[in-house]
């Protein structure tokens, strides 16, 4: 939400603590993110209808890409539990690698009323062909029942759409839509042998598992990345898909007549899947049309690349609290100062909000450290200065030496042993240490713990009203808890922060992050 309005009138501690910033506790195993897909580069796919669920209890007609038989893979291969069926929103993310020969063979299995279908791959020069297929408006298409193939090299790297190409109005409304993912044929050795191997000594020395598709999302230094999200934006208007569903009926052969204006849509979904949808599992078995969710988690310092998706009729403006999103590359072309290849920067912008545009994609880079917060994000105090060292690089973070075994890599360390100063927002004279509010008027849960600290024991790391620790005898916070910071990360059109106009819903989620020495496990 957007709370600097709401500054003048409370304090920068109760800010803090009732919005930007919540230290969270999942009861649940942590339902993570990561890019999953299906790997090729040949894929058979088909068009077909099925029913998706949304958080208000309706199930909603829709079309969609699904496996018409079973994938040569999956990936990241240490995610388990993985499926495609035979009609998804969205569609199977494709992942291929640059200079393969993609072969993406559609059966078209939509209602005959619904006539024919196709898919369209933006940016790559495609060929088709196909007993059971037509020339369409803009590629060919398959009849209903039958197959259609295309053909195409994935000559550069980067985040893509595909959709249908045929009577995109009411197609790609119905759920025609995903992702295909190009991974660099070569990535830069900065990617493996500057910090961020240091990074992923990090995650090894913490038993963490890597579930990059990449080192880099394009061969480049500047676009290395630790962690690696996916993000669909997409609108449904019900109003179309219960006519379409009606319409399925006829048995006559693409006949259907679904009047695709005014448009009114009332779910705001994010990988097909609405708050709080989004923020449970991959592959979740409740949702055996929609595998994918939104749920990303990092580690101080990491750098996570977004991959972003316009695939819906509106613009949506999605802001990832805690930090601006450096833009690498719009729709797989990396955005440089210079075509001289001696001189290439990076000349994206650094975004508030990541406005999707339908058909669209974004690649950009997120991270955050707590620089700036002005206090110790790791509740270290004057007395326990001595347990835990921070010693700035050049940019004033912790990271030399041996820093990445440290739980608190990466910390600002201008703000090291700083304590939460309780005093009024704009005042600098200072305070005391703060004291955390009352349990009693201020709930702590799910995604409070009662501790502006990282970590599972951030409890037992502050001081509460009764001037001991724990602060508040609060259920949450056990040492097995993930205790990370929770930004919402949302879409800035408030009502599409609702499901059927009811809030909290649509395009929401938590981006959580968590301490070193909490275990971010993407394999479910
Ligand atoms: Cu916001």
Redesign the pocket.
């Given at each position: 939400?957007?709370?600097m309005n709401m500054q003048k009138a409370i304090t920068k501690q109760q800010l803090l603590l009732a919005g930007m910033l919540m230290a969270a506790l999942w009861f649940a195993p942590a339902a993570l993110a990561a890019v999953p897909g299906i790997t090729g580069p040949t894929f058979n796919l088909s068009a077909r209808a099925e029913y998706i669920s949304q958080p208000d209890g309706s199930s909603v007609y829709s079309w969609g890409y699904g496996c018409s038989v079973a994938p040569s893979g999956f990936a990241p291969s240490a995610i388990t539990g993985t499926f495609c069926s035979n009609m998804q929103v969205p569609g199977p993310t494709l992942i291929v690698t640059q200079g393969q020969t993609v072969v993406v063979t559609l059966t078209n299995n939509l209602p005959n009323a619904a006539g024919n279908t196709s898919i369209l791959f933006p940016g790559f020069d495609v060929t088709s062909s196909g007993a059971g297929s037509q020339r369409g408006l803009l590629t060919q298409e398959a009849v209903p029942g039958g197959t259609v193939t295309y053909t195409f090299t994935a000559t550069t790297p980067g985040t893509r759409a595909y959709y249908s190409g045929t009577q995109g109005d009411l197609q790609v409304e119905m759920g025609m839509y995903g992702a295909i993912i190009v991974l660099p044929s070569s990535t830069p050795g900065e990617c493996t042998s500057s910090i961020h191997s240091s990074n992923s000594s990090a995650q090894s020395f913490h038993g963490e598992s890597n579930y990059r598709l990449a080192a880099a999302a394009y061969n480049h230094p500047e676009a290395c990345y630790d962690r690696e999200y996916i993000l669909q934006f997409s609108e449904m208007d019900p109003r179309i898909h219960h006519e379409a569903e009606q319409q399925a009926l006829r048995t006559c052969t693409g006949c259907m007549t679904v009047a695709t204006e005014p448009y009114v849509p009332a779910y705001f979904m994010i990988n097909g899947r609405s708050m709080p949808d989004d923020m449970d599992p991959n592959y979740a078995p409740q949702y055996p049309h929609q595998p994918y969710n939104g749920n990303p988690h990092m580690h101080p310092g990491e750098l996570v690349l977004l991959r972003i998706i316009g695939q819906g009729r509106w613009q949506h403006p999605f802001?990832e609290?805690g930090n601006h999103v450096r833009v690498l590359a719009r729709d797989g072309n990396l955005i440089l100062s210079s075509p001289n290849p001696t001189d290439p920067n990076l000349a994206g912008p650094l975004l508030f909000?990541t406005t999707t545009t339908p058909g669209q994609t974004i690649d950009g880079i997120f991270y955050w450290t707590g620089k700036g917060l002005n206090w110790d994000p790791y509740g270290h105090n004057p007395a326990s200065g001595s347990t835990l060292a921070c010693s700035p690089d050049a940019n004033g973070y912790n990271t030399g030496g041996n820093a990445y075994q440290a739980i608190n890599y990466f910390e600002w360390c201008q703000d090291h042993n700083k304590p939460l100063q309780a005093r009024p927002m704009g005042d600098v004279a200072g305070g005391g240490p703060a004291t955390l509010p009352d349990p009693t008027i201020f709930a702590n849960g799910a995604w409070f713990g009662g501790s502006p600290y990282l970590g599972p024991d951030a409890t037992v790391r502050a001081v509460g009203t009764t001037g001991t620790t724990p602060p508040s005898g609060t259920v949450a916070n056990s040492p097995t808890d993930e205790a990370g910071f929770a930004f919402?990360?949302?879409s800035?059109n408030e009502r599409e922060i609702t499901t059927n106009n009811i809030f909290p819903g649509g395009m929401l989620m938590m981006m959580l992050v968590d301490s070193r020495e909490f275990v971010i496990n993407e394999s479910n």
């Open positions: 939400m957007r709370l802001h609290h909000t919402m990360w949302h800035h």
